[in-house]
């Protein structure tokens, strides 16, 4: 044997030497017995001591205390448009879904120190989405727990679109010039 084929084993055999351990290591980890499943219950108990977390009255304080205090809806458009709109507090409520809120976070808010307040209307994404922001280094976070609908129910003030998501009908009929 000469020095090339010398080598060209050595690589052949290190190739399978490295294919068989990925692939034990692969049907280890695809056949093992599966780890006990965590509920998306289970996620929010583990992280709700991490979040500082506020009823309506805590939040009309701070936002009281903070004018330019940014609210954070993290439901989904069509759950905003059909449950009657956003809450309307403070320097400006966001609509982020909460699938798309590590992508469009920096470019709403770019301060890490801005109060920012998150909130869905069950409070199982709004806690989910203050602990992302405060591992992205948001210094100021906070879960509003009572969410939308109690904010709604209260009677404090809310902004509502006239646009409905999903259709072609996108707004109210608008006077475009008298009688028309």
């Known amino acids: 044997m000469n020095h090339h084929s010398n080598l060209r084993t050595k690589k052949i055999t290190t190739s399978r030497v490295i294919a068989t351990i ?3 290591l692969l049907s280890k980890t695809i056949y093992s017995e599966p780890a006990t ?15 500082t977390h506020l009823n309506t009255e805590q939040l009309l304080a701070l936002a009281e205390s903070h004018p330019n205090l940014e609210l954070i809806d993290v439901r989904t458009q069509r759950e905003i448009a059909l449950t009657g709109g956003m809450i309307r507090l403070g320097r400006r409520t966001h609509a982020i879904n909460r699938g798309w809120l590590e ?20 409070n199982r994404r709004s806690p989910l989405a203050a602990a992302t ?42 006077e475009v010039q008298p009688g028309v």
């Open 22 to 24: 990925a692939a034990l």
């Open 37 to 51: 499943l965590n509920t998306g219950e289970d996620f929010i108990k583990r992280i709700e001591a991490q979040v």
């Open 103 to 122: 992508f469009q976070i920096g470019d709403r808010i770019p301060d890490l120190d801005t109060q920012v307040v998150l909130y869905c209307g069950t």
């Open 133 to 174: 922001l405060q591992t992205m280094g948001y210094t100021n976070v906070y879960n509003y727990t009572d969410g939308f609908p109690a904010w709604q129910q209260q009677g404090h003030a809310v902004q509502s679109s006239d646009e409905y998501v999903g259709s072609m009908l996108y707004r109210k009929p608008v």
